[in-house]
């Protein structure tokens, strides 16, 4: 999703940023975390393969201003999806939203399915046993049916926010493009 979103030419201005290492009560843990984390084919062993850099950031002033500092003698890119969104590509037809899509479809299906089969259960249930388990059934649909629907409040709040932050996107890139044609710095 990442690199949807930035796309592959962004990654070496990016900074993998570690951060609570003055929280360590046994450093040696934040060090084997931090190998995992950048681990060839883990977490962000191929964002680090892509020129992306990984740093420590030590809760201290001055450790922010030392990753700030790495951070301007990067030349200013232009994020995938802002060269998405510049062409007129609707955020559902970009590369990242249509992976957001396509991860909600398949949500959306495994709960139609765990809601299929709940209700076989249930059926198969109901045909064969006591009250009480008709009851425990009943209990678990319930639940279920608020998990669901929190679930669906969950979905349609986080598409909300990706709404928000298209538009967002979009002004800040509109904003860039006008700085860009009265001068040739930008900072994102």
Known sequence: MFR???GSKCLANVLLVTTMWENMKYPGDGERREKELVGVGKFW???IAMGSKACRHDGTKESALTIIEGLLDKEPVTLHIQEEL???VAL???EAGRAVLDELAL????REAEL????QQMQESMANSTRESQQMLAQQRAEYDELLRRKENDLQERLRLSEADS???RRRLLESERSRSRSRCVVM
């Open 86 to 88: 510049s062409r007129g």
């Open 4 to 6: 949807k979103l930035c």
């Open 167 to 169: 538009e967002h996107l």
């Open 107 to 110: 949500k959306a299906r495994e």
């Open 45 to 47: 062993g191929r964002l």
């Open 116 to 119: 299929r089969e709940l209700k």
């Open 92 to 94: 559902g037809d970009t």
